[in-house]
């Protein structure tokens, strides 16, 4: 059902589209620098970089939209819920368009040197956790809890992956001191990733808070 | 509009002219006329207490019994019981009196007067009180309901005292119009003179003594109608006034 | 375990032909707070009268099922329905304060025209006039009409009065819809510090007011009970999609 205000509808639906739109520029921005570390395009990564303004820019919007609505309609259970969710969730995603900037960093850095046999895995891992976000993001626009709550579940084996590249990248180190710069930077590369990924898991954990009212947040899973 | 108002005046008080006008010419202000005319003045006032003390608690609580404790059938019987009595001319009225208090009594007396003035006054104090008690706010009535007060309690102290400025603007009415009646007292109040006896056991009230001075062709009777009637005018004069004020004030 | 304060068992009533209350059955515990919120028409205000017997002097009403009052019964033969009205008072949308009575004289007209004697009279006036915040507004002309006051502080002096009697439970019906904000907060405020002294049911059209003032909300739909619970959870997550709907303000 509607609310028999449509100005205050028309107003809920801007800060959804918003907040959908900050993710969809967050993950253009990882799986095009993604992209261009196996693709080897230096300019490209480059390029990413100043989007991430844009993404601060609507962190500001999205948040004094919010703190409106919160002033003018008193918003009260699944509107409040909705509203409390949003602000949380634009710090997450704030955050994963930093975390997307270092990645392109690294992938500059990394493009001016040969390229690793490992760097495989990490593209993998980069897929994994690009659909995380997606799926967490979905699960927002459609209000779904169920495809929130395998997100959630999914963020033990990007754990585990980042834990098997992190080693891996340890061992190619020790191989040859000429790896340790290129083995450093993978290394960053992948916790950028997994921490991307957990901020996307806390994305879904407000989408489930925002549906069902329920708190999901540190409980074991 | 102020020609039309300026016309009705004086249409009206043309006739108050007139007669206060003829009164002055034949009044004689001998000592025993202005000793009838204050005698006869304090029994007016006498009568129309007597009258006020009979009607008002009867008209009052036939009021509330109309308006709070009667179903809709006895009301419409009540009502019209009132209409009824109210529409009997006074005089009918005087002789009912005779016969159901004078003649048991003995004679004739202020009190059957009173009684004869009373019963054409209770329909019009028991009919005003039951409209003003129907007036009185909702809001009040909640409140006493609210307040846990019993049915009677909320009537008597608080009910009444909501409409008691209303009510005392009809008794002061009533009084004002009882010092004029003369036809419930021929009756009833006439004092042993109407009789033919040559010393009066009581004074009658004004009206009356009027109707008997003036049926005498003597100038000194004339006179002592004269006197009558100006006493009688001012008593009135003075009492609509007081009657006005108390309603003035109440607003 | 404790018996509530009030407890309504199956509570269904009728005025004329038109069913007003359809089956409640509620329980309010001492001293809480529970508003009742719903559009209007859903049987609010008739629910609070038949909790102290005020909906049996409408004419054509009627009534049906229990309404116990610590454990008693306040329909049953040998209770006084006078009795219930001094248990549980009333105060009502539009402040009523009697105008042939002064301010003070109003205060204690529950026990004056009741034709109690009151030990200390002048002492109560004050406590009451002190718990509801009108003392130092008032203290100066007691003997005034209590129809003299703005309408905020007759109502306060409403609320004095119906505490007077002591009750064990306050029923307001809209307390402060004929109010201005400022007054209304000072009545709000005021809930609270009555809270150690009565039980209070509070029906609002304000939905904020029962958020600030409640603990315990009711959502009343056509004569129905749809959803009872803690104000927190009702606020932020009811479970009946029509108190959802109403509170968010998608009611159609």
């Known amino acids: 059902m509607l609310h028999t205000d449509s100005l205050y509808e028309s107003e809920l639906s801007k800060l959804r589209e918003s907040v959908l739109l900050m993710g969809a520029k967050c993950q253009e921005v990882v799986t095009r620098a993604l992209a261009a570390l196996a693709s080897r395009e230096v300019e490209v990564a480059r390029e990413l970089i100043p989007l991430d303004a844009q993404i601060d820019q609507l962190e500001v919007r999205i948040d004094d939209l919010a703190l409106m609505i919160l002033a003018r309609r008193q918003p009260v259970a699944k509107d409040l819920r909705f509203i409390a969710s949003v602000l949380k969730m634009v710090t997450d995603l704030e955050r994963i368009g930093d975390l997307a900037v270092n990645i392109c960093e690294r992938v500059v850095e990394l493009c001016q040197e040969p390229t690793m046999v490992e760097q495989e895995e990490i593209t993998t891992l980069g897929v994994e956790v690009i659909r995380m976000l997606q799926d967490a993001l979905n699960a927002f626009a459609t209000g779904d809890a169920t495809l929130a709550r395998e997100v959630l579940a999914r963020d033990e084996a990007v754990d585990t992956s980042f834990a098997r590249i992190f080693h891996s990248m340890v061992a190619c180190m020790m191989k040859s001191n000429e790896n340790i710069e290129r083995a450093t930077r993978l290394q960053s590369l992948a916790r950028y990733l997994e921490r991307i990924a957990d901020h996307a898991t806390n994305i879904a954990e407000m989408v489930v808070f925002m549906v069902k009212g329920q708190d999901v947040r540190h409980a074991p899973r | ?251 | 375990m404790t018996i509530p304060k009030l407890s309504v068992t199956d509570l269904k009533a009728v005025i004329g032909t038109v069913e007003a209350l359809r089956g409640i059955s509620i329980a309010v515990a001492a001293n809480e707070v529970l508003a009742i919120i719903g559009p209007s028409g859903a049987g609010k205000s008739t629910f609070l009268r038949c909790l102290n017997r005020m909906h049996e002097t409408r004419p054509g009403a009627t009534m049906s099922g229990k309404v116990k009052l610590d454990g008693v019964d306040i329909h049953a033969r040998t209770i006084d329905p006078v009795w219930v009205r001094r248990r549980v008072g009333l105060v009502f949308q539009r402040p009523n304060p009697l105008p042939m009575l002064s301010i003070g004289e109003n205060v204690v007209a529950g026990l004056t025209l009741a034709g109690e004697y009151i030990e200390r009279r002048d002492e109560l006036i004050e406590t009451m006039l002190r718990r509801v915040a009108l003392w130092n507004d008032v203290k100066d002309r007691l003997g005034k009409p209590g129809t003299s006051l703005s309408s905020g502080q007759q109502q306060r002096l409403c609320i004095a009065r119906a505490l007077a009697l002591r009750p064990d439970v306050l029923l307001m019906d809209e307390p402060c819809s004929s109010l201005d904000p400022s007054a209304t907060a000072r009545i709000e405020e005021l809930l609270n510090e009555l809270r150690s002294h009565v039980t209070m049911l509070i029906v609002t059209h304000n939905l904020q007011q029962a958020a600030r003032v409640a603990d315990t909300t009711a959502f009343f739909h056509e004569g129905r009970l749809v959803e009872h619970d803690r104000a927190n959870v009702i606020f932020t997550n009811p479970s009946d999609p029509r108190t959802e709907d109403y509170i968010t303000g998608r009611f159609g």
């Open chain 2, 1 to 251: 509009m102020s020609m039309v108002a300026l016309a009705s005046m004086v249409l009206a008080l043309a006739p108050f002219a007139a007669m206060v006008a003829h009164a002055l010419a034949t009044v004689r202000l001998s000592a025993a006329i202005v000793g009838a005319c204050a005698s006869a003045l304090l029994a007016s006032l006498q009568l129309s207490l007597i009258t006020v003390a009979i009607a008002l608690p009867v008209g009052v609580i036939a009021g509330m019994f109309i308006a709070e404790l009667a179903g809709p059938q006895a009301v419409r019987w009540v009502v019209l019981g009132h209409d009824t009595l109210a529409s009997i001319p006074p005089i009918v009225l005087g002789m009912f009196v005779y016969a159901v208090v004078v003649l048991p009594l003995g004679g004739f007396s202020l009190f059957a007067g009173a009684v004869a003035l009373a019963l054409s006054a209770i329909p019009t104090i028991a009919l005003s009180s039951a409209e003003l008690l129907r007036l009185v706010s909702p809001s009040i009535r909640e409140a006493t309901l609210g307040l846990g007060l019993p049915r009677h309690r909320a009537l008597f102290l608080v009910l009444l005292r909501a409409v008691l400025p209303g009510v005392a603007s009809v008794v002061a009415l009533t009084f004002a119009r009882a010092l004029g009646e003369v036809g419930a007292l021929l009756f009833t109040a006439g004092s042993s003179r109407w009789l033919g006896a040559s010393a009066p056991t009581a004074a009658s009230p004004l009206p009356l003594e009027i109707f008997v001075a003036v049926q005498s062709p003597s100038a000194d009777s004339q006179g002592r109608a004269a006197a009558m009637t100006l006493t009688l005018l001012l008593l009135v004069s003075v009492s609509s006034g007081c009657s006005r004020l108390l309603r003035s004030v109440n607003r």
